[in-house]
Structure formats: C-alpha cells, structure tokens
C-alpha cells in the first residue's frame, strides 16, 4: 500500500486533526506496522458516538496497516465515579464493552487497564516522574477529558487522572493517541511532557464528537437517552428520536441531524440517498456531505424527509450490532449491563 493511501485511510472522515500530520507521514514512511491506541471507560449501554464513530476510525487505521489497540480504561472509570465507582458493575460491564468492540473492530487489540497496571512497578514509577512534570493548574485545565469543568471540586484521584492517561500511551507502547475531540488537552500534556521524560511524543488522532440531538450540547450524553442513538435502539426508536432532533430549516450550524450523515453515514459509506415522494422532489443521492450541506442551507431538502432518510441509514448500521447482541454470550452481557441500571 502507497503512502498517500494510508494516509487517506488514516485521515478519513470523522478524523477532524492530526497532530501534526507531518509526522504521521514520516511514522508511515519508517515504521512498517505503527501501533494505535484509544481509551474507553466504562459505563452503560454504548451509543452509536463510542462504538460506530470511533470504531470507524480504529477500522481505517487497521485498514491502513496500523496495529489498533482498544484500552479498556477500569481503572480510571473507578477514579471518574462510572457505575458509581463499583469495581464488580465495572468488571461485568467491560465483558459487555469487549464484546462489542470485537466484534465491531475484529482487527483491534482489547487491553484492560487491570492488565496493563497489575504487578507493574514500572508503569507507577512513570506516573510518578511524569506527574512532576504537570502542575496542579495544569492538570486542572484537563479535567475535560473527565466530563469535568475547571470549577468542580474534585477530590485527589482525578488530578492523577490525566497522568495515567498519558503514561498508558507509553506502556501501551503507542505511536498514535487516538480520541474524540474532548480528548485532546490530556494528548497535548502527553507531548508537552514525553520529550522531557527522553519519550518519543506520540502523533494525536481527533474524531469528531457526535452532538446532543437537542441541539443544546455539544457532545451526546448517555444521561439524556431521548438526546442519543444507542447502538441497541430499535429503528422505530431512531426514527422517533430522529423526528423530534433540533433540525431548522435551512440551517447548518449546529444541527444535528445534518453532523449524524457527516460523522456517521459518510464514515461507513460513500453516498447518502434521500428518499422522498415525487411532488417534493423525489429522491436524491449525495456523494459528499459538502453537497448534502449545500442543498439543505438553499432549502432544496426539508428537515423532514432528512430526518427520515438519516433514520433509516444509520438504523442500517447500526443492525448488524443490534443483531448480533439477541443472541449467545453477546445477549448475556448485554442483559447484565442494563440490570446495572444506570445511564452514566
């Protein structure tokens, strides 16, 4: 495979910044087989923002020869209060999260956190050194990347947070930090520090976030179910939710339905079509989202039939998931992650 293809696998589609892409190049033109890592914690049932759109991207990576890797963060859903910090709901809820991701990304390597950190003196040894390098206000200025503000009060364990994360780009011997935007003050920590630690600084990976289908956020909250799309929703449950998404007329900033084909749809296909009746139009085919875009800013396509046509594109992606978790182990971990009862 030539460079400019793996560089278009690479930074396709939902990626919204690689830095720099400049060394991304030059990792792909002296390393054969690079290694990648992004972090999940764990939580509930996953939304289509944390298994399809990240997963795209840990797809294309794979596709363009890098060695993708799934790090089960336990323990820092311990630290951030996930499953009201319980160690067993977290541990039970991992098997679920597993699951998934193998089945959604076959190519990727799924670590736990307990088995990077077991019996590994090295590993705190690093945290340790690594976070004489960051001072409180900084590590303060990342709390981001725990679904915390500046202004929380916060007890110790999450100021050790942002240094865990970044030392497990290092053990996890990464040469790309992948993440969600929201991610991206802990990956600049890490290159601001490594180079002082005589640690290479890795390249950072930044998809895009899928917003809050009320329009009133900016990232999906699993805490507001109506305002996501879970991986396990029913299509007349996409389609209701999908119906009542913040879409105005002729609007593009901040919709949306319109950021679902743009992160979503164009991540796992080529062309998006709209189907509608023939006194509105009838249907209509994209082959980029800049075209779709144009259309809907000129009023050339009615929130409604785009909602319809968003409905059932990402309910044909989201089925194979669906599907594959009504039966066997994959039902079983799906059926203990909702007794746990909790959206967080």
Not at 25 to 40: D, R, S, W
């Amino acid at each position: 495979m030539d460079l400019q293809t793996k560089l278009g696998f690479a930074l396709k589609p939902p990626v919204a910044e690689a830095v720099t892409q400049e060394e991304l190049k030059q990792l792909f033109e002296t390393n054969a087989k690079p290694k990648h890592y992004i972090g999940f914690e764990i939580s509930g049932l996953l939304h289509v923002g944390s298994l399809l759109v990240s997963g795209s991207v840990i797809n294309n990576l794979s596709s363009a020869g890098v060695e993708t890797t799934v790090f089960l963060a336990d323990w820092h859903s311990i630290i951030n209060n996930k499953l009201g910090g319980d160690e067993e709901k977290i541990r039970e809820a991992s098997k679920y999260y597993e699951e998934a991701f193998r089945f959604y990304c076959p190519k990727a390597k799924i670590v736990r956190g307990t088995d990077l950190y077991k019996g590994n003196d090295d590993y705190w040894k690093s945290v340790l050194k690594f976070s004489m390098h960051v001072t409180l206000a900084r590590a303060t200025r990342t709390m981001q990347i725990l679904g915390r503000s500046e202004s929380d009060t916060l007890d110790v364990a999450k100021y050790i947070y942002p240094s865990m994360q970044a030392v497990d780009i290092k053990f996890l011997e990464a040469d790309i930090a992948h993440a969600g935007m929201d991610q991206r003050k802990v990956h600049m920590l890490a290159r601001e520090v490594f180079p002082k630690m005589g640690w290479t600084a890795p390249i950072a990976l930044h998809h895009k976030l899928l917003s809050s289908l009320s329009g009133e956020e900016i990232k999906m909250s699993k805490s507001k179910p109506d305002t996501a799309i879970f991986v396990h929703d029913s299509a007349e449950e996409i389609k209701r939710k999908l119906s009542k998404a913040f879409c105005p007329e002729k609007t593009v900033e901040n919709n949306p339905v319109l950021a679902y084909v743009r992160d979503l749809v164009f991540s796992c296909k080529d062309s998006f079509k709209v189907e509608r009746p023939e006194k509105f139009g009838g249907n209509a085919e994209f082959s980029s989202y800049a075209q779709l875009e144009s259309a809907f800013a000129k009023g050339e396509l009615h929130p409604a039939d785009l909602k319809n046509s968003v409905a059932r594109e990402v309910d044909g992606i989201i089925e194979p998931v669906r599907k594959h978790f009504e039966t066997g182990k994959a039902k079983e971990y799906l059926h203990e992650v909702k007794a746990l009862q909790v959206t967080r």
